[in-house]
C-alpha cells in the first residue's frame, strides 16, 4: 500500500473501530464530504460499508450480519432527517453527500421545478419529477405503477434526475417483498444551492474534494462530478481552504 493509500484509509475512517450508530454516521458523512454507499475495500472513494465493517460481527452465509444491517437502515434514515443527500451521483452509483457538499454541487436555482431547467431531460425523468412536484415524495413501486414505466425505464430516469441533484432517496416503503425507495425532490429537504457564483461554488466543492482525496488532479473532479476540462481545471485552480459547514446545510438542523 502507497502512502497515499495509507492516507486515505485513515482519512476515510478505515484504520479505526467500525460507525456504530448513525450520529457517527452523519459525522463521517459530514467529514468526509462525500461517500458511496459500497465502494470495495480497495475502493477509489470513501465508503460507509467499508467505514462501518465490523468483521467481528455473526455473519449469516450469505454474509448478512447486524452492521451492514444497520449501515442498511442509515442510508435511509439519513436524507429524512437531513442529514445526508443519497442518490446515484459518483459514477450512477449511490452516492451521500454532505449538506454542504450537495449545496456546493447543486447547479439549479434552489425551487421546486428546477427540473425544468435541465436541457434534454429524457421523457421519463420528466415525468418521474413532474410526478414528485405534484403529488410529493413516491416510492419507485407506486412511481411505476402510476406512470405505467417499466422497472429498467424508471431505474433510468432516477439515475438520471440523480446525476443531476434533483432528487434525493427519502426513506422506504414497506410492501411485500424487498422494502420500496421511496424519491423526494432535494429542495424540499435541503438548502440548495450554496452562497455565492457557480465558479465560486464550484471551486469549494472541488476543495471539499481535495480534502477528502488527500491528493486530486483536475481529471479527478471530471471522473466524479461529470465536469467539462475546462470546467475542472478552473474549479481546481480556484480551490479555496475547505468551509465549515453552517448551520443552514440541511432543513432538519433549523
Request: net charge negative; glycine share 8%; hydrophobic share 40%.
Amino acid at each position: 500500500m502507497t502512502a497515499l493509500q495509507e492516507a486515505r484509509m485513515q482519512r476515510w475512517w478505515r484504520d479505526g473501530p467500525p460507525i456504530r450508530t448513525i450520529d457517527e454516521a452523519r459525522e463521517y458523512v459530514h467529514d468526509v464530504h462525500f461517500s458511496l454507499l459500497f465502494g470495495g475495500a480497495q475502493g477509489r472513494y470513501p465508503s460507509l460499508r467499508e467505514a462501518s465493517r465490523d468483521y467481528s460481527a455473526p455473519r449469516q452465509p450469505s454474509g448478512w450480519g447486524p452492521d451492514i444491517e444497520a449501515m442498511w437502515t442509515w442510508k435511509d434514515e439519513l436524507p429524512v432527517r437531513g442529514d445526508a443527500w443519497l442518490g446515484r451521483y459518483i459514477s450512477g452509483k449511490q452516492t451521500l453527500l454532505a449538506p454542504a457538499m450537495l449545496a456546493d454541487l447543486y447547479e439549479w436555482p434552489g425551487a421546486e421545478d428546477d427540473f425544468e431547467h435541465v436541457r434534454q431531460l429524457t421523457p421519463a425523468a420528466h415525468r418521474l419529477a413532474r410526478h414528485l412536484l405534484d403529488e410529493g415524495a413516491t416510492s419507485t413501486r407506486v412511481a411505476r405503477a402510476v406512470l405505467g414505466l417499466a422497472p429498467k425505464t424508471v431505474d433510468r430516469a432516477i439515475t438520471e434526475l440523480g446525476r443531476h441533484l434533483l432528487v434525493t432517496n427519502y426513506g422506504v416503503e414497506a410492501g411485500a417483498g424487498w422494502d420500496s425507495c421511496v424519491l423526494e425532490l432535494t429542495t424540499r429537504v435541503f438548502h440548495v444551492p450554496s452562497a455565492g457564483g457557480r465558479d465560486e461554488r464550484d471551486a469549494a466543492a472541488a476543495a471539499r474534494f481535495t480534502d477528502t482525496m488527500i491528493s486530486s488532479r483536475p481529471i479527478e473532479l471530471r471522473r466524479a462530478f461529470g465536469w467539462s476540462k475546462e470546467r475542472a481545471e478552473r474549479a481546481f485552480a480556484a480551490a479555496p481552504t475547505v468551509p465549515e459547514p453552517t448551520e443552514t446545510d440541511s432543513l432538519a438542523e433549523r
